[in-house]
């Protein structure tokens, strides 16, 4: 059974679903601002499930500058393909950023021939900042499509490099 919570973020409330033990979703807000809570079940005080307490807990602690990685039990839903590429982007370090080629060769992969596979994987993970798709960028330093829109990319790229350079966060 999946259930949810939302967390409040400057960019409107993050729904983060878990089912079984484990993360399953995390949703930025609809185009209106409402969370995007469609399909994650029940919404619960994550009080009464300890993988979605540390879930909120940690999801808060990111956004407030606090916490830079993760450590919770993910639930994939994809190809063998799409998980290795969501495994490369946990291993992007926090206040940093690579490229879709960049990603292709740290996994082992010939980027000219899968650098656009690569980039649609990251198109489809629905962990994002847990599993930080967010911190690809195309290979000429633009800000490249992001699930949560380019705005919200660029606010939580801010927001990683103001903490690891240690001036502080944005919000």
């Known amino acids: 059974m999946t ?11 993050v729904a983060v679903g878990v089912t079984d033990g484990a993360l399953t979703d995390v949703r930025f ?8 809570t469609d399909g994650l079940g029940e919404r619960v005080d994550p009080a009464h499930d300890p993988v979605l307490a540390t879930a909120v807990h940690q999801l808060a602690a990111y956004l407030a500058g606090e916490l830079r990685d993760f450590d919770l039990p993910l639930r994939y839903r ?3 393909f799409q998980q290795r590429v969501w495994e490369g982007l946990r291993a ?6 690579t490229t879709y080629g960049a990603l292709a060769t740290s996994l082992g992969l010939d980027p000219r021939t899968t650098a656009r596979a690569v980039g649609a994987a990251n198109g489809a993970n629905r962990l994002p900042i847990v599993v930080p798709c967010h911190r690809v960028i195309g290979a000429d330093g633009t800000l490249t499509g992001f699930s949560g829109g380019v705005e919200r990319k660029r606010v939580l790229l801010a927001l990683e490099a103001r903490v690891a350079s240690g001036t502080g966060t944005l919000f």
Do not use: E, K, Q, R
């Not at 992007?92 to 950023?97: E, I």
């Open 3 to 13: 259930t949810h919570a939302v967390v409040p973020a400057p960019f409107g409330p």
């Open 29 to 36: 807000p609809h185009a209106d601002g409402s969370a995007a």
């Open 78 to 80: 994809g190809s063998d």
């Open 92 to 97: 992007v370090p926090y206040g940093t950023t």
